[in-house]
C-alpha cells in the first residue's frame, strides 16, 4: 500500500506498510544504463555526497583542485545551497575521489561521517521531528532533498522495519559506492538522533562479499550477508516510536514549515547552464575569472558559445541574466549605494550600471529599490 504524501508516518504499531515515496513523484520506470539517460546532464543532484567527498580530500591533504579540474565546479561552487551537479558530474567525481584516495571503502567512509546538517534543509527538518519514524517518513518524502542518489523504500512488517534501495540508473561500476554511502549515512543520522546504541539487525547486499567485508562490520555492528538480491538495511521497529532529544512543541513545527517553504524543489536545468551560472555568480566583480571559465570547464570559447547555442542561448544574455538577479537582491536587501552595486556587478562605473538596469528591467536602480 502506498501512502499519500504526509498523511501517514512511520510507526511500530502499522505492520505491513510500504512507503515508496520516490513513485508518488514520477512514474517508477525499470532502470537503463546511465549513459543512455537523457537526464544524465541535467543538474538536479543536490551535492550532499560531493561535499563528502571533498571534505575527505580536504583532510586526507590532497588537491581539490586537481580532482575537480574539468567538472564544472569545485570548492566555492559547494558552499552555494542553490548550486546542483548532474549525475554525470557527480560520477565523475565519486570515481576520481576512488582513484585518488584508493579507500575500497570509500562509500562507507563518505556515509559514516555525515550528520543531519550534511543532509542540508531536509536534515535540519528531521530534527524538528517527535519520533524517528515520522524523522524517517520526512526523510522519504525529501530524499532528492538529502542528495540520494538511490530510490529509497520502506516496509513495516511485526518484526522488522525494512529499507530497500534501487538504483535509478544501471552503474555497477559505482553501485557499491552508492549503496554503501546510502545505508552508512542513515545509520549515522539515525544515531545522530537516537544514541549511538542504535545498530541494524542485519543488512544485506545484492553484490558479492568484497576484500574489505570487515570494514562493514565496524561501520553497521550487525551481521552482514553479501550476494542477497536486494539491498536492505533492516533494522527493529520498535526504534520508530522513540521520541528524539530535541522536540518541543512550541518550536518545531513552525520551524519545520519555515524549512519546507525553503525546500520548494527548482527547475530542472541543463549541466552546463547550472555550472556555468555558478561561475558567473561567484566572480561578477572578477573579469579576468570571466574570462577563464571556458579554460576552467575545460572547453573552447567557441565551443562553449556553440553549445549555448543549441540550448537556445547565448553567454551575454545569462550573463546579464545573472547580473540582474544580483542587482535587484542587493538592492532590496542591502543600503549600498548604487555605486558600490555597480563595482560589485563588474561595471566601471555607476552610469553604465544604470544604462543597463533600465535596458534589463525598463526602471532605475533607485526605483527598484523605492519600490
Not at 567538472?71 to 567525481?93: I, K, M, N
Not at 562509500?107 to 521531528?129: D, E, F, H, K, Y
Request: net charge positive.
Amino acid at each position: 500500500m502506498i501512502l499519500p504524501t504526509k498523511q501517514k508516518t512511520l510507526s511500530a504499531r502499522e505492520p505491513g506498510l510500504t512507503v515508496n515515496f520516490f513513485t508518488m513523484l514520477k512514474p517508477t520506470v525499470s532502470p537503463h544504463h546511465w549513459t543512455d539517460n537523457p537526464q544524465q546532464n541535467d543538474a538536479v543532484v543536490v551535492p550532499n555526497v560531493a561535499r563528502a567527498l571533498l571534505s575527505l580530500l580536504s583532510e586526507s591533504g590532497l588537491s581539490i583542485d586537481h580532482v575537480c579540474r574539468g567538472l564544472g565546479f569545485g570548492y566555492p561552487e559547494l558552499l552555494d545551497l542553490e548550486t546542483r551537479l548532474s549525475y554525470r558530474q557527480t560520477r565523475s567525481l565519486i570515481t576520481r575521489t576512488q582513484r585518488t584516495l584508493r579507500d575500497p571503502a570509500l562509500g562507507l567512509s563518505t556515509g559514516i561521517r555525515q550528520t543531519p546538517v550534511s543532509w542540508g534543509l531536509a536534515g535540519l527538518a528531521m530534527l524538528t521531528c517527535r519520533t524517528l519514524g515520522e524523522a524517517i517518513t520526512y526523510g522519504l518524502e525529501h530524499q532528492g532533498d538529502t542528495g540520494a542518489l538511490l530510490e529509497h523504500r520502506a516496509n513495516i512488517n511485526p518484526s522488522e522495519l525494512i529499507i530497500e534501495v534501487k538504483p535509478k540508473v544501471f552503474d555497477i561500476e559505482i553501485e557499491p559506492f552508492l549503496v554503501e554511502e546510502a545505508f552508512s549515512s542513515a545509520v549515522s543520522i539515525v544515531r545522530r538522533l537516537v544514541g549511538a546504541t542504535f545498530n541494524p539487525l542485519r543488512v544485506e547486499l545484492s553484490y558479492a562479499r568484497p576484500d574489505y567485508a570487515d570494514a562493514y562490520r565496524r561501520v553497521f555492528r550487525c551481521p552482514i550477508k553479501f550476494a542477497a538480491g536486494g539491498n536492505r538495511l533492516i533494522s527493529e521497529p520498535h526504534w520508530l516510536n522513540t521520541q528524539l532529544p530535541d522536540y518541543d512543541d512550541i518550536t518545531c513545527a513552525p520551524l519545520r514549515a519555515q524549512l519546507d517553504k525553503m525546500l520548494n524543489r527548482r527547475t530542472t536545468r541543463n549541466e552546463l547552464i547550472e555550472t556555468l551560472s555558478s561561475h558567473i555568480r561567484l566572480n561578477l566583480d572578477d573579469r579576468e575569472a570571466l574570462q577563464a571559465i571556458p579554460k576552467k570547464l575545460n572547453i573552447s570559447e567557441r565551443t562553449l558559445r556553440r553549445r549555448l547555442t543549441e540550448l537556445g542561448l547565448s553567454y551575454s544574455g545569462l550573463f546579464d541574466q545573472i547580473r540582474h538577479e544580483r542587482a535587484c537582491d542587493l538592492l532590496r536587501h542591502t543600503d549600498m549605494t548604487v555605486a558600490d552595486v555597480a563595482h560589485a556587478l563588474g561595471f566601471s562605473d555607476a552610469h553604465s550600471f544604470r544604462r543597463a538596469f533600465k535596458r534589463w528591467s525598463g526602471k532605475l536602480p533607485n526605483e527598484q529599490r523605492h519600490a
